[in-house]
């Protein structure tokens, strides 16, 4: 494909991802398929010469998207959401042209040097501590990760590194294994100090979690993976107070913050214990000014070497809408929860069975668990909408999760409306079951 | 940004990128700014209200292209190749827009599925055994990691699992850290059996190697990040004869096959084993089809819990170059490190310091270490082309790696004829220097 084509077919995609985007709340938000759907509709080898575009963007509508479940519909209301919107798209095209690999700042430094700034810009939007930025000449930091997943396991390693040097600078004969056998990872249930777990979207309390951590020299990192997004509105931030004891902080704005996947961003207090931790200095990557202060390799700062030009997107992302409309946002996803929340407590047939403190209700029939699954079987098998369920103490539980950019009040509505017929219809079988018994 | 606004600024985007990289060869390859460069020429913190998108473009160029170094140059031949084309990008568009987070067969079936059998077409274009394809029922597969480096953890990762797990069956009484403690990996100064080192592009022999592994009941994992594209050109094939011995083995289409960042094929005998190490399952994330042997759930395979939909960019590149086009891309590249070796073998003052096998050249003046720093030096600051060094052994050499897709034997030619000339009046004032002393 020479530049004129895909100068064409470019366009066509636009135009093919725009209709989609338009189109999506008509499209059955899961697909029909069964396992093993698609190895039969297409051939068992690459082929041997080129095909056209024509065939393949034929067999995008043919063969992929009924197998789709569409994320962004306004009638998704499973998982959490998964970020989307115009702007990241915009930049990750960019990005994608550009493709530079930014492992360290000479490998392309407008990469290194956006995401530090980037990162220092949502710190302030979310009123972070100063310690966690990198400002001019701070000791802090952040990066984007590509999962929370991997934010955590990267500080777990940075914390198993500080400790152990630690204790070999005390006790100088002491092994690092015979260190690893001793040492000890306090988590909860969901891991390490959570904000917005994924179950039922609770709280741990930071004022009580982070003198403890900070009295007994724990490394303490805080994941608010979905609800971190919140925090740029000054209503919710309260939710984030106890930070000033974290060693680390991460969230994911490619959850809730319109920054397309994959962006999870993670800071740090002293940069200096996630470089001894992960570095990594053959001679093909060293360069002249890697000693300046100034100068970031992220290759230090992750698990991968690679890494693209993610920043970008959150340049975008926070210019195009400016902070005023990223907390409209947030705040409408907030508003459309309890409006379900309201819903579901007018019937005296359902329960709310968690607080609902952002875009998530967890509630069920007053009744048995089988009940319930029974119910969210018969929800996900007409594939109106499209929800998953959570185990809470012993209930089983419905989540409906506020996830489209484009849900408005009128697909809440109607949700609760298909949910209370499919529930009414069971209830009613459950009856007749009973009284014919 | 509405849908209308997106459809005129997606295609502008298009025609953005078309130009750069038609343009790119007119562009420095190596950036002049100094560390430090992008925060004085950006905001401190994101604005309160929206900016518009012609704004944004013109920062594009004025803020961020200054600081990019440009890997698809055709005067790039630093590190290793990253790759780019067209109908990746198109793909990545399209990935975008469908936003799905492929973690569990369910959360989008075609992303899953799509997955499983690009794996297969791409082990059947290198000739992978069989035990590594999915086919409808086999017991390997492969997956797409973001890199390498994951690829390779999450394969330690599974192998001390699966040791563990053997020994504990023989020795209920022993503790997991007990047996961490006497666990060894086996590796080169490179880790892991390696195809295509990133100092030399060197190669391991597996046929050494594998037996001994397979006789020792020790996982062995191969990993041809660079060097493994070739792979699907019969004539290079051979290099990785031994593979049938492995436990798993990687390479990186990102690299040299065309398909943008990040995708790192990585391929398993056993599935099982992977899914042994990496299992979570919270009830939000179970379904109904996950125990039939046809559903995969690839979030028991790596170390993040989501996944875009990278397969697109396989299916898009395998199909509009098929396999001769990408098999005449891989020789075009060989073909030009060739004639770089002989330029410079025609050179009496120069060496070349390791074999050529693919597209990479290690190169160096007859002299010391200083003089050899001294012409890089000389390169990368002079910026008509961009190479970066490496040791073999005690010798500091330079890497010239064929990288962009663009890239012709005009290219190397004038990048050689510009190394000679730099080389000529550093030996004439080293001349100089000595006559003087």
Same mark, same amino acid.
């Given at each position: 494909m020479n530049t004129a084509e895909f100068r064409k077919r470019g366009k066509e995609?636009?135009?093919?991802?725009?209709d989609y985007i338009e189109g999506i709340h008509k499209r059955q938000v899961y697909p029909d398929v069964e396992p093993g759907?698609?190895?039969?509709?297409?051939?068992?080898?690459?082929?041997?010469?080129?095909e056209t575009f024509e065939d393949i963007i034929k067999d995008v509508?043919?063969?992929?998207?009924?197998?789709?479940?569409?994320?962004?519909?306004?009638?998704?209301?499973?998982?959490?959401?998964?970020?989307?919107?115009?702007?990241?798209?915009?930049?990750?095209m960019l990005s994608g042209a550009i493709g530079c690999i930014g492992f360290s700042w000479v490998a392309s430094p407008a990469c290194t040097e956006l995401e530090t700034v980037m990162l220092d810009w949502l710190g302030k939007m979310i009123n972070l501590p100063e310690a966690f930025l990198a400002g001019k000449d701070g000791e802090g930091?952040? =990066? @984007?990760?590509?999962?929370?997943?991997?934010?955590?396991?990267? #500080?777990?390693? *940075?914390?198993?590194? %500080? =400790? @152990?040097?630690?204790?070999?600078?005390?006790?100088?004969?002491? #092994?690092?294994? *015979?260190?690893?056998? %001793?040492?000890?990872?306090?988590?909860?249930?969901?891991?390490?100090?959570?904000?917005?777990?994924?179950?039922?979207?609770s709280f741990d309390n930071l004022l009580e979690l982070g003198p403890i951590c900070n009295k007994e020299n724990i490394w303490m990192h805080i994941d608010a993976a979905y609800a971190g997004s919140a925090f740029i509105c000054p209503e919710f931030r309260p939710l984030l107070n106890g930070v000033e004891f974290a060693d680390s902080y991460?969230?994911?704005?490619?959850?809730?913050?319109?920054?397309?996947?994959?962006?999870?961003?993670?800071?740090?207090?002293?940069?200096?214990?996630?470089?001894?931790?992960?570095?990594?200095?053959?001679?093909?990557?060293?360069?002249?000014?890697?000693?300046?202060?100034?100068?970031?390799?992220?290759r230090h700062w992750q698990i991968p070497l690679g890494r693209r030009f993610r920043s970008l997107k959150m340049?975008?992302?926070?210019?195009?809408?400016?902070?005023?409309?990223?907390?409209?946002?947030i705040r409408k996803h907030v508003k459309l929860s309890h409006e379900f929340e309201s819903l579901v407590q007018k019937d005296p047939r359902f329960e709310v069975c968690a607080e609902v403190v952002l875009g998530l209700v967890c509630f069920r029939i007053k009744g048995s668990n089988e009940l319930n699954e029974a119910l969210l079987e018969k929800i996900n098998k007409t594939k109106k909408i499209h929800l998953v369920p959570c185990h809470l103490r012993d209930k089983y539980v419905l989540r409906f999760a506020i996830c489209s950019r484009t849900v408005e009040s009128v697909h809440i509505q109607e949700a609760w409306q298909h949910i209370t017929e499919l529930a009414t219809e069971l209830l009613k079988k459950e009856k007749e079951k009973k009284t014919s018994q």
């Open positions: 995609m636009v135009d093919y991802v725009a759907y698609l190895r039969p509709l297409i051939p068992d080898s690459a082929p041997q010469e080129p509508e043919k063969i992929i998207m009924p197998g789709v479940t569409h994320w962004h519909s306004p009638y998704f209301f499973a998982y959490f959401p998964t970020a989307s919107s115009y702007p990241a798209m915009l930049a990750d930091g952040g =990066v @984007i990760q590509g999962s929370a997943s991997e934010a955590t396991l990267v #500080t777990l390693l *940075a914390a198993r590194t %500080k =400790v @152990i040097r630690q204790l070999q600078a005390k006790s100088p004969g002491l #092994t690092e294994a *015979a260190i690893m056998d %001793k040492l000890v990872a306090y988590a909860s249930d969901q891991m390490v100090a959570t904000l917005g777990t994924t179950s039922c979207c991460n969230f994911n704005p490619h959850k809730w913050l319109l920054v397309n996947f994959d962006c999870s961003a993670m800071w740090v207090k002293k940069r200096a214990d996630l470089i001894g931790a992960f570095k990594l200095d053959p001679v093909y990557l060293q360069h002249h000014n890697q000693e300046s202060g100034l100068v970031t390799d992220y340049w975008f992302v926070f210019r195009m809408y400016g902070v005023k409309k990223l907390q409209e946002y």
